[in-house]
Structures are given as structure tokens and as C-alpha cells.
């Protein structure tokens, strides 16, 4: 069994910078590639980034390269998602994702954390 639970959510105004937390748990969950997806209202969930299980690979969706960095804490069982210049279309549930395979998500998921890009 794995568990996710993300924090560090909230109001943030364009071009300010947030950080998640992904504190993951479970007996095999550091040998999994891990990652994020959000959902903003009214759309679908989409792929954010996704970090290899050793943390050597990582890789962006278009529209948050350059701006948002995904790392991982493999002795804290923590992902984490650097987020910078935020703009209001990034205004999402983000959740965080277990065994993902390219970009397809795995089969393990947190219950998300609210990021409102606002002023």
C-alpha cells in the first residue's frame, strides 16, 4: 500500500513562486517513478512533471518547462515541486502520482492540494 499526501498549497500572486510537498509512504514506494498532475476546474488532469525513482530524470509538460522543477528527497520518501512565475492558468488542484510510465499516471494517487494564482 502506498500513500500520498501532499501539502503547501494556497493563494499565491502571478509571478510569485510556491513549493509542494509530496510525503509518500509505503514499502516500496521509493522505487517508483513519481510525479504531478493538476486539474483545474472545468478540464481535465493533466500531466505536470514526473521525476525517475533515483531522481536522475525528469521531464515537464510544455507549458510549466522552465518554470517549474520537480526533485525528490529519496531518505525523506518527499517529491517536490518547485513552482516559479506563476500565471493564473496555473490555478489547479495538484495532485501527486505514484508509478507513473511516461506520461501516464500510476496507479497511486494523493487527494491533491489547492494552488490559486490570483491578485
Known amino acids: 500500500q502506498v500513500q500520498l499526501v501532499e501539502s503547501g498549497g494556497g493563494l499565491v500572486q502571478p509571478g510569485g513562486s510556491r513549493r509542494l510537498s509530496c510525503a509518500a509512504s509505503?514499502?516500496?514506494?521509493?522505487?517508483?517513478?513519481m510525479g504531478w498532475f493538476r486539474q483545474a476546474p472545468g478540464k481535465e488532469r493533466e500531466f505536470v512533471a514526473t521525476?525517475?525513482?533515483?531522481?536522475?530524470?525528469?521531464n515537464y509538460a510544455d507549458s510549466v518547462k522552465g518554470r517549474f522543477t520537480i526533485s525528490r528527497d529519496i531518505a525523506k520518501n518527499t517529491v517536490y515541486l518547485q513552482m516559479n512565475s506563476l500565471k493564473p492558468e496555473d490555478t489547479a488542484v495538484y495532485f501527486c502520482?505514484?508509478?507513473?510510465?511516461?506520461?501516464?499516471?500510476?496507479?497511486?494517487w494523493g487527494k491533491g492540494t489547492l494552488v490559486t494564482v490570483s491578485s
Open positions: 509505503g514499502r516500496t514506494v521509493s522505487s517508483y517513478a
Open positions: 502520482n505514484a508509478g507513473i510510465k511516461g506520461l501516464s499516471p500510476g496507479n497511486y
Open positions: 521525476i525517475s525513482w533515483n531522481g536522475f530524470f525528469t
